[in-house]
């Protein structure tokens, strides 16, 4: 038995579960970025472990001494970098009931309620997105889902079940070539401003992945596609899979799935669709249409922990052909063999990702979705998308500053003139730790990505984040600040009486020549 009883236990959860209240409802007084410099924690820590045990309560003393300053707060509203990784207290519930029960789910005699609930929760999120129904496991086809960890790991598992695949179908057609052969000639596609996990799952995958150019706005289109198939097939390569991207990691932009995917599937190359955090927006009926062509994939995924407040990990994995991944991953040994194998509604799990344990992710996705509902996570979205509508506002007001692009939750901005002013002022404003923002590149120029994050953002953290911006870019560039708030303010809320307020001065000036001129008389 552990050291720690079921008593102190209880103590030391009460204690935890304080603190996590605590910490999240004050996380605005924080500075979002840490103050420490690498190696902190070494200076801290003993170099091993000590003999005897520790009370909790010290342990709980150190973890707010030595834990606490070394954390970046990707929870405060105050946090615009990256995409979010939001979480809700649902959401930790959830997390701590799977935790105490410690099952590990890979297949469905493990703990039935966990497959189960798994298969349910797909069917739900997929109705929630307005998937295709070929996709869900309530529909006659072979369709279902899978939570996996992260995005990653549903690319890599996309681009392996692609890969074994596609190896399959080629020693039939090509007998004349080896295994080796044809592993050797694979090569995968997707744009150039695709995530950094799909390059890497070619790296992992052995299969040469070419990044393909978006177009001026982001997007990778179906000619720049055909085009690089079309020269690689001709060079004897064989095309396997294209990964196409909802929601670029750099400026939120969404690949012509339309125009890339009667291409694949009339060629037998893979479509997936990585949409970690556009596909949340999905659930709204206005933004459906960046899924057009979403029915000729064969697999995709969306992150439940950007945007759909599961904290993570937990992202959503669909297939068109469930059988097409559990062909390729299945390694099926007597100890894991159990008398209700290949039940539609009872999946073996571990035949559809990477590693054989899994967790119990399931729980905190039911126990969020039915604390939420679908139009409270509806009406969540839709007011991250007004804040983030309310900032390209403020930026726009502001001539010194542009406005790049503006997607979902997210604007990308710059300080006008050369690249240097705007990494100057990023650069001051990270220096500071008020707010945290990261840098992208768009159409040649660098640009300020400004994200909706944090666990409950509001209008006046909008205010505030501008506030930093605005004031920031007044030091930088050397403006009275008094007089441009005040001009800007004017001009904004009330531009006729900035009209007048010029009449005035025009006037004021008119008189103090006349003055002027009257004394020169004189």
């Keep these: 038995m552990a050291n720690m009883d079921i008593n102190e236990f209880r103590e030391f959860g009460r204690a935890a579960i304080d603190f996590v209240a605590d910490y999240l409802e004050n996380i605005r007084d924080r500075d979002v970025l840490p103050s420490v410099e690498p190696g902190y924690l070494h200076d801290l820590l003993p170099g091993e472990l000590q003999n005897e045990p520790e009370d909790w309560k010290t342990i709980m003393e150190d973890f707010k001494r030595c834990i606490l300053p070394g954390l970046t707060h990707w929870q405060s509203p105050h946090f615009h970098a990256f995409y979010p990784s939001q979480t809700s207290y649902s959401s930790i519930v959830g997390e701590t009931l799977a935790a105490g029960l410690g099952v590990v789910g890979f297949s469905w005699i493990c703990s039935p309620v966990c497959t189960e609930l798994e298969v349910i929760m797909m069917n739900w999120l997929g109705q929630l997105l307005n998937l295709p129904k070929a996709f869900l496991n309530c529909d006659e086809g072979n369709g279902g889902g899978i939570i996996q960890g992260s995005a990653s790991e549903s690319i890599l598992v996309a681009v392996l079940a692609a890969r074994e695949q596609a190896v399959r179908r080629l020693r039939t057609q090509h007998p004349e070539l080896t295994e080796a052969d044809i592993r050797g000639r694979l090569v995968a596609y997707t744009s150039d401003q695709s995530n950094s996990a799909v390059e890497k799952s070619g790296i992992l995958g052995a299969i040469k992945m070419r990044l393909l150019p978006a177009d001026e706005t982001g997007i990778l289109r179906g000619s720049t596609f055909i085009q690089a198939v079309e020269e690689d097939v001709a060079k004897g390569l064989f095309p396997v899979i294209c990964v196409a991207t909802l929601g670029t990691t750099g400026t939120c932009a969404y690949d012509n799935l339309a125009e890339i995917g009667p291409y694949c599937n009339e060629h037998n190359i893979w479509l997936h669709i990585d949409a970690a955090y556009a596909g949340a927006a999905l659930c709204l009926p206005e933004y459906t249409h960046i899924m057009k062509g979403a029915e000729l994939a064969d697999s995709l995924n969306f992150n439940l922990h950007k945007w759909m ?113 705007s990494k100057q002022l990023l650069e001051n404003i990270t220096k500071r730790k008020k707010i945290f923002m990261i840098p992208a590149t768009y159409q040649g120029k660098f640009i300020i990505r400004f994200m909706i994050c944090g666990i409950d953002p509001q209008m006046h953290d909008i205010e505030y984040a501008w506030e930093e911006v605005r004031s920031q870019a007044d030091l930088l560039l050397g403006v009275d600040e008094n007089r441009n708030v005040a001009k800007q303010a004017i001009e904004r809320v009330e531009p006729k009486l900035y009209e007048k307020s010029s009449e005035i001065g025009k006037i004021t000036e008119s008189l103090t020549g006349m003055v002027i001129s009257s004394e020169k008389g004189q």
């Design 309 to 421: 407040f599961v904290n993570f990990d937990c992202c959503a994995m669909w297939f068109k052909d469930a059988g097409s991944v559990t062909q390729s991953f299945s390694v099926d040994r007597i100890y894991l063999q159990h008398q209700f194998q290949g039940h539609s509604k009872a999946p073996d799990y571990r035949h559809w990702q990477i590693q054989l344990g899994r967790r119990f992710r399931s729980l905190k996705v039911w126990i969020t979705l039915r604390t939420m509902g679908a139009e409270k996570i509806r009406s969540l979205i839709r007011f991250h998308i007004q804040l983030a509508n309310r900032f390209e506002e403020y930026v726009r007001t502001d001539d010194r500053f542009e406005v790049l692009c503006s997607t979902l939750a997210l604007v990308c901005f710059r300080l006008k003139g050369d690249d240097a002013r």
